[in-house]
């Protein structure tokens, strides 16, 4: 995007001036894509589009304004997404493994005190993410898995709940139905369905943030990869690869192929890079790159990662694997100038 000064980018640049944070808390109506964003805190990032956009980062930044802790606004961030049914990538409502049973993952990393906290394989509760923030307040330890993380969840007051929905249900269905020619699993007989064509659902949210003080935090959560062979677990839950936070330098976290990440240490790789003098945009455009160059080049690339990074003075960056020309990722951020959306850079196009 070009950096001269249109009409648009001078009313964007005047529109904050003179605004409180409890003011724009309650509308946060600008909405500008660009490439780049200049330093600016407080601010809340998360790796989706302008559409949950809205949904998660509006009530983030309204809890950052009324409580002033940057690590309850992306719990509130994130636990919209967990909480809402339509979603089939996080939380309530997530593609199940391949048994049909709903595994959420989650982490939570907080700059000041260097802490942190997850879950993993974690079934029958909504938001793994407040979880994963008890395990690191009250616990000395920082991961807790399976049943052992749902005994914990109920000793703190989480109701279980049916995590399936019948949205994600039929899904599931659908393509257990359709897997093999071979099995006792049949389809409805005017059922179109290729498994070939079926993308493989790794969807995640990470929302990082960044108080007036350069207090940092932040929260990764998924319901990972669809149909996954139960007990696996991703990059979300790992300290490092799914998330990563450092009060000196800022915050990263990652969605896409997890097993990717986590080979690559990705969030701590971008933390590192932004340690070392990167911007987040670059330090970001430099995991992608190393993705792709272990992996052997872009021609053996059939996955997909996309990763976020904020820095402490307020700045971020987004970047891709993968991604289409005409609709390429996204991820956006909220502050006092309002929400604003950042097209990712992306290294290997995408064939409509």
């Given at each position: 995007?070009?950096?001269?000064?249109?009409?648009?980018?001078?009313?964007?640049?005047?529109?904050?001036?003179?605004?409180?944070?409890?003011?724009?808390?309650?509308?946060?109506?600008?909405?500008?894509?660009?490439?780049?964003?200049?330093g600016?805190?407080?601010?809340?990032?998360?790796?989706?589009?302008?559409?949950?956009?809205?949904?998660?980062?509006?009530?983030?930044?309204?809890?950052?304004?009324?409580?002033?802790?940057i690590?309850?606004?992306?719990?509130?961030?994130a636990?919209?997404?967990?909480?809402?049914?339509?979603?089939?990538?996080?939380?309530?409502?997530?593609?199940?493994?391949?048994?049909?049973?709903?595994?959420?993952?989650?982490?939570?990393?907080?700059?000041?005190?260097?802490?942190?906290?997850?879950?993993?394989?974690?079934?029958?509760?909504?938001?793994?993410?407040?979880?994963?923030?008890?395990?690191?307040?009250?616990?000395?330890?920082?991961?807790?898995?399976?049943?052992?993380?749902?005994?914990?969840?109920?000793a703190?007051?989480?109701?279980?709940?049916?995590?399936l929905?019948?949205?994600?249900?039929?899904?599931?269905?659908?393509?257990?139905?359709?897997?093999?020619?071979?099995?006792?699993?049949?389809?409805?007989?005017?059922?179109?369905?290729?498994?070939?064509?079926?993308?493989?659902?790794?969807g995640?949210?990470?929302?990082l943030?960044?108080?007036?003080?350069?207090?940092?935090?932040?929260?990764?959560?998924?319901?990972?990869?669809?149909?996954?062979?139960?007990?696996?677990?991703?990059?979300?839950p790992?300290?490092?690869?799914?998330?990563?936070?450092?009060?000196?330098?800022?915050?990263?976290?990652?969605?896409?192929?997890?097993?990717?990440?986590?080979?690559?240490?990705?969030?701590?790789?971008?933390?590192?890079?932004?340690?070392?003098?990167?911007?987040?945009?670059?330090?970001?455009?430099?995991?992608?790159q190393?993705?792709?160059?272990?992996?052997?080049?872009?021609e053996?690339?059939?996955?997909?990662?996309?990763?976020?990074?904020?820095?402490?003075?307020?700045?971020?960056?987004?970047?891709?694997?993968?991604?289409?020309?005409?609709?390429?990722?996204?991820?956006?951020?909220?502050?006092?100038?309002?929400?604003?959306?950042?097209?990712?850079k992306?290294?290997?196009?995408?064939?409509?």
């Open positions: 995007m070009s950096n001269k000064l249109t009409r648009r980018n001078f009313l964007y640049k005047t529109t904050g001036v003179g605004l409180s944070l409890p003011f724009i808390a309650k509308f946060p109506e600008i909405i500008i894509r660009q490439k780049k964003s200049p600016r805190i407080p601010i809340i990032l998360c790796s989706r589009d302008e559409e949950w956009a809205k949904k998660v980062l509006t009530p983030a930044w309204k809890t950052l304004a009324q409580s002033g802790s690590l309850d606004a992306v719990e509130k961030g636990n919209v997404v967990e909480l809402d049914p339509e979603d089939t990538s996080v939380g309530y409502g997530g593609l199940p493994n391949e048994e049909g049973v709903v595994q959420l993952d989650a982490s939570v990393m907080f700059g000041p005190s260097h802490k942190c906290g997850s879950v993993a394989c974690l079934e029958r509760i909504k938001t793994p993410s407040s979880v994963a923030r008890l395990v690191m307040e009250r616990t000395d330890h920082m991961i807790l898995v399976g049943e052992g993380a749902l005994r914990f969840a109920k703190h007051g989480f109701k279980e709940e049916d995590l929905t019948e949205k994600s249900r039929l899904e599931w269905l659908k393509w257990k139905e359709n897997l093999s020619t071979d099995d006792d699993w049949l389809p409805p007989a005017d059922g179109k369905y290729d498994p070939k064509k079926e993308e493989h659902n790794t995640t949210i990470n929302v943030g960044v108080d007036k003080n350069g207090d940092i935090a932040g929260i990764t959560t998924t319901s990972g990869l669809a149909y996954k062979i139960p007990g696996r677990v991703g990059d979300s790992i300290i490092g690869a799914g998330l990563y936070v450092d009060n000196a330098v800022g915050a990263a976290g990652a969605t896409g192929r997890g097993e990717e990440v986590i080979r690559t240490c990705g969030s701590f790789f971008i933390v590192e890079k932004m340690r070392g003098g990167l911007s987040p945009q670059e330090a970001c455009e430099a995991i992608c190393r993705i792709i160059e272990i992996n052997g080049g872009p053996k690339i059939n996955f997909t990662d996309k990763f976020v990074a904020v820095s402490k003075s307020g700045e971020v960056g987004c970047a891709a694997i993968r991604g289409k020309k005409n609709e390429p990722p996204e991820a956006a951020f909220i502050s006092e100038g309002g929400l604003k959306v950042v097209q990712a992306y290294f290997i196009e995408i064939k409509e």
